[in-house]
């Protein structure tokens, strides 16, 4: 088969010996164990072929470029010889944004264990589609990596948290549940981070702040810095499920300000709540497991997405209040002069100054201005997060006033000060919202821990029988008696499908073995086409024993925070019953 390029005819496979030429080509990856691999382009499909022929256990996908190239080979070659049991896709075209859905849809299929195959004479051909191939492969594996360093590192504090804080949700007012709306419809509000660049914008916030243009949240470590100034926002804003997150407020605390109110994610690092000395109101973030167990689900309670940044949050915030326009101040996303943070910023944990190793590993994206600029995947994975609600959220304006900062696609850049005089001249902020009090019913609660608190029980139960059952299943391996392997493994399953719809599970254990339960997902695909029956049983009890002593381990971890829980609620309610 050959193609013109340029008025030239190119051989897309050896003109006199193409099976050879396969041989060769694919005896390069014959050490390799392979999952799942692209094909780009199809050729005359013999190293694909040959490729099968040697891994008969790999799943395969095809990508082709050209379609008059396809159509020729499926006019020459009949696709059985491939074989099409292990064929999981084939997609063609040149159209940039549809392979980039293709590799993302390909990549969720084959959790993100993908080799790519290029024919060699593609890669000059078709070098801008190959190169957006590997492009998205490594942005989605860096995604999946970051995903999965996140749940390690906090899908049991997540948990831990929500369970801590929920009596505090008890007594404060919900801000998207309990606050009167109005008070926020269709006027200004700042979110402040931290950056650089709001070091040039304390005066410009002071004169806003004093005469009360618009709405001033701050968010994660800019409250020191505007402490630091004597600026006192209107809320401090906070979801950090960390227990680091604590020493953001340490100087609040100490200096015992009570006159900046916290809105707080419910999954936010517990310790952060204690000795708060302002009034607090909460939102259900959807990282928080328990709440939705304990809370009565049919009233419309708003819930904020988990996003890897608080100004993510908060902007979500500000949307379902309404806020218009929203405005950005200190949201950098990137270095300026080596620094990450505004001057007042201090901790022991990380270095406001970046290192030499981090400017090297440094990307570079541009700034409002069309500058170059350095930053790195975490300010990066904001600023993409940023974008996306921005563009989900279309009605709302959102103006970026962060001199040197990141470009953030669906902002437009203006000078705060020249806000201040054009936009920012009338006063706005009323003080009426801080006066709401919660309403949630406790007396729902109640009846909802008693439910949970035999879920427990039977949750610990079925923990239990499903190990019997698998040592079962083990011993009938053992002694090859086959006859009753089905009927342990109907049991097995209907024991395994009692857990997953328990309550317990759902709200307390599973959430805090995220990792593990995708591992099991993963896993449970060797078994599935395992014809042989030593090796299938052999994996069975191998993947679910190791997941069942995790689901074992948790229950008991999460036991006594789950009976501290009940006992706090029960003193939330006879508190509430000697008040009347």
């Known amino acids: 088969m050959k193609i013109l390029l340029d008025g030239r005819a190119q051989y897309l496979q050896s003109k006199y010996d193409p099976q050879s030429e396969a041989e060769r080509f694919v005896n390069k990856f014959a050490d390799e164990t392979i999952k799942h691999v692209l094909f780009v382009g199809i050729g005359g499909g013999y190293h694909i072929k040959r490729f099968m022929e040697t891994h008969p256990d790999s799943k395969f996908s095809i990508y082709e470029p050209d379609e008059e190239v396809l159509h020729a080979y499926l006019s020459h070659f009949q696709l059985e010889q491939l074989p099409l049991h292990n064929l999981v896709k084939i997609f063609v075209g040149k159209d940039i944004k549809a392979i980039e859905s293709e590799i ?41 990596h970051s995903s999965l360093t996140t749940n390690i590192s906090f899908q049991k504090r997540w948990t831990i948290n929500s369970i801590k804080n929920f009596p505090t949700l008890f007594k404060t007012p919900n801000i998207l549940y309990d606050i009167d709306r109005s008070s926020f419809e269709g006027k200004p509000a700042i979110i402040v981070a931290a950056g650089p660049s709001l070091n040039e914008e304390f005066e410009n916030l002071r004169y806003i702040k004093e005469n009360g243009l618009a709405y001033i949240f701050s968010v994660g470590s800019a409250i020191n810095a505007l402490i630091d100034q004597g600026i006192y926002p209107d809320a401090a804003c906070t979801y950090d499920p960390s227990e680091l997150n604590q020493y953001v407020f340490q100087k609040l605390k100490d200096e015992n300000i009570s006159e900046i109110p916290l ?75 080596k620094k990450r943070y505004a001057s007042g910023i201090k901790y022991n944990f990380v270095e406001n100054e970046v290192s030499e190793e981090e400017q090297k590993k440094a990307l570079i994206i541009k700034d409002v201005y069309g500058n170059d600029i350095q930053t790195d995947d975490s300010f990066n994975s904001m600023r993409q997060q940023l974008e996306m609600h921005i563009g989900m959220n279309e009605n709302f304006e959102v103006i970026n006033t962060t001199k040197g900062g990141a470009k953030i696609k669906g902002t437009h850049f203006a000078h705060l000060k020249d806000l201040i005089k054009e936009r920012l001249n009338t006063k706005q902020v009323i003080f009426a919202w801080k006066d709401q009090n919660p309403s949630y019913e406790i007396q729902y609660t109640d009846k909802r821990l008693e439910l949970l608190a035999q879920a427990e029980k039977n949750c610990g139960r079925l923990a239990r029988k499903l190990l019997e059952t698998l040592s079962e299943i083990h011993q009938i391996r053992l002694n090859r008696q086959w006859k009753n392997i089905e009927k342990h493994f109907a049991v097995f399953d209907k024991q395994f499908e009692q857990l997953k719809r328990n309550a317990f599970y759902n709200g307390f254990i599973e959430p805090m073995i995220r990792v593990q339960n995708e591992r099991l997902s993963e896993e449970s695909k060797l078994y599935r086409y395992e014809r042989d029956i030593n090796k299938k049983v052999d994996v069975i009890v191998q993947v679910f024993n190791a997941f069942l002593q995790e689901v074992h381990l948790h229950h008991e971890f999460v036991k006594p925070y789950f009976e501290e829980l009940k006992l706090r609620i029960e003193n939330l309610t006879n508190n509430d019953k000697e008040n009347g």
Do not use: W
């Open 104 to 144: 993302k849809q390909l990549l969720s299929k084959s959790n993100n264990v993908l080799k790519i195959i290029t024919l060699p004479v593609y890669e000059k051909i078709y070098g801008v589609q190959i190169q957006t191939i590997f492009e998205q492969t490594l942005e989605s594996l860096k995604e999946r």
């Open 263 to 337: 809105i707080f994610g419910s999954s936010v690092g517990f310790e952060t709540l204690e000795e708060y000395p302002g009034k607090m109101f909460h939102m259900i973030t959807s990282q928080d497991s328990v709440s939705p167990q304990l809370l009565d689900t049919t009233q419309s309670i708003d819930i904020v997405l988990d996003a890897p940044s608080i100004a993510v949050v908060t902007f979500q915030l500000l949307c379902r209040l309404k806020c218009n326009p929203i405005l950005l101040v200190g949201q950098n996303l990137g270095y300026i002069e």
